[in-house]
C-alpha cells in the first residue's frame, strides 16, 4: 500500500476527484433549476444545496492538493 503513496499518485487521485466533484456540482446545480421550473422547488432546493456541498468538498480536496510536494 505504501508505494501507492508517492507525490505524483496521490496529486493525479485529487485531481480526479475534483474534477470529478465540479462534473457533479454542474449537473446538480441543472437539475435542480430544471426541477425548480417544473414546479418541484423544494426537490430542486435540496439538489442545490447538495452542489453547495459538493462544492465545500472539492474546495477541501484543492487544499489537499496543496500540502503534496
Known amino acids: 500500500m505504501s ?3 508517492n ?3 496521490i496529486s493525479t487521485m485529487l485531481q480526479h476527484w475534483i474534477e470529478h466533484n465540479e462534473r457533479h456540482s454542474e ?3 441543472e437539475w435542480a433549476m ?3 421550473d417544473a414546479g418541484y422547488r423544494r426537490a ?8 453547495e456541498k459538493m462544492d465545500q468538498s472539492t474546495e477541501c480536496l484543492k487544499r489537499a492538493i496543496e500540502e503534496i510536494p
Open 27 to 29: 449537473s446538480f446545480n
Open 7 to 9: 507525490p505524483e499518485s
Open 3 to 5: 508505494e501507492d503513496l
Open 44 to 51: 430542486g432546493e435540496e439538489i442545490m444545496h447538495a452542489a
Open 34 to 36: 430544471r426541477l425548480k
